[in-house]
């Protein structure tokens, strides 16, 4: 699996463990009310609200918590006001970073994403330096346990998904954002729930970091995504999988 496939799972996998200690609620119950203020309330018809509900469930939300988010973005009930906000910057080793923020103070939002990155050998940029190399693409990660890789290709091929790269003990599937939520309710029909699935955006190359350079960008994206008001984080690093589960065990 590549290094920036990698990641995706990687990530998936900390904001498991983070969601026992209540760190990752906080975000997503921001994320769902303004998925509902702009798209609204009916996860049928709002397919940025339904990615977020099934990361919410998967991070073991409770269901009240989840529906009392989207009633205070369609003004059911009373919430704080949040916009979003998008940064652009370069990390180490050039690479490309785009940060998606969801903030009820673009000053101090802006003035914390600019010193992380500072601080992380990286740097802010003007808008558009970035956002152009980054495209919406669908990650979805299934178990080997759960099905083979000649079935899976099979599958997928008839969803449209462009590509599979997998492992010891999963399979990562990349699509196009129409071929998503086909390739997702085809893997739940057969009784497959994927350990992962999240629209994201990726990047259409990547920077090979390692070294130094590869510790530096993976502590960055932790400063980064670790911030309340970041959502998401893209960068096109390609590092060593064993080196990021090293890094991000510590």
């Given at each position: 699996m590549s290094?920036?496939?990698?990641?995706?799972?990687?990530?998936h996998k900390k904001a498991a463990v983070d969601a026992k200690r209540g760190k990752v609620f906080s975000k997503l119950i921001r994320g769902l009310?303004?998925?509902?203020?702009?798209?609204?309330?009916?996860?049928?018809?709002n397919v940025t609200l339904r990615?977020?509900?099934?990361?919410?469930?998967?991070?073991?939300?409770?269901a009240d918590t989840i529906d009392k988010a989207i009633?205070?973005?369609?003004?059911?009930?009373?919430?704080?006001?949040?916009?979003?906000?998008?940064?652009?910057g370069y990390g180490p080793g050039g690479t490309a970073i785009y940060i998606d923020t969801l903030t009820d103070s673009k000053n101090r939002t802006t003035a914390n994403i600019r010193s992380i990155l500072t601080k992380g050998n990286g740097k802010m940029g003007e808008t558009g330096c970035t956002a152009w190399l980054f495209e919406p693409r669908g990650y979805i990660e299934v178990a080997t346990s759960d099905i083979g890789e000649e079935d899976l290709l099979e599958l997928a091929a008839d969803c449209g998904a462009d590509d599979i790269e997998s492992g010891e003990e999963t399979h990562m599937v990349t699509c196009d954002f129409s071929s998503y939520d086909k390739l997702k309710k085809a893997l739940e029909a057969k009784g497959i729930t994927p350990r992962m699935a999240e629209m994201s955006m990726s990047p259409q190359n990547t920077v090979k970091l390692e070294g130094k350079e590869a510790a530096q960008m993976l502590r960055l994206m932790d400063q980064l995504e670790d911030n309340d008001d970041v959502q998401n984080t893209y960068a096109n690093f390609d590092i060593d999988e064993k080196l990021m589960e090293q890094e991000t065990a510590e």
């Amino acid at each position: 699996m590549s290094g920036h496939s990698k990641w995706h799972s990687i990530k998936h996998k900390k904001a498991a463990v983070d969601a026992k200690r209540g760190k990752v609620f906080s975000k997503l119950i921001r994320g769902l009310t303004v998925a509902a203020k702009t798209g609204g309330g009916n996860p049928g018809e709002n397919v940025t609200l339904r990615g977020l509900m099934d990361k919410a469930k998967s991070s073991n939300m409770p269901a009240d918590t989840i529906d009392k988010a989207i009633k205070r973005g369609t003004g059911e009930l009373e919430g704080v006001n949040y916009e979003q906000a998008f940064y652009e910057g370069y990390g180490p080793g050039g690479t490309a970073i785009y940060i998606d923020t969801l903030t009820d103070s673009k000053n101090r939002t802006t003035a914390n994403i600019r010193s992380i990155l500072t601080k992380g050998n990286g740097k802010m940029g003007e808008t558009g330096c970035t956002a152009w190399l980054f495209e919406p693409r669908g990650y979805i990660e299934v178990a080997t346990s759960d099905i083979g890789e000649e079935d899976l290709l099979e599958l997928a091929a008839d969803c449209g998904a462009d590509d599979i790269e997998s492992g010891e003990e999963t399979h990562m599937v990349t699509c196009d954002f129409s071929s998503y939520d086909k390739l997702k309710k085809a893997l739940e029909a057969k009784g497959i729930t994927p350990r992962m699935a999240e629209m994201s955006m990726s990047p259409q190359n990547t920077v090979k970091l390692e070294g130094k350079e590869a510790a530096q960008m993976l502590r960055l994206m932790d400063q980064l995504e670790d911030n309340d008001d970041v959502q998401n984080t893209y960068a096109n690093f390609d590092i060593d999988e064993k080196l990021m589960e090293q890094e991000t065990a510590e």
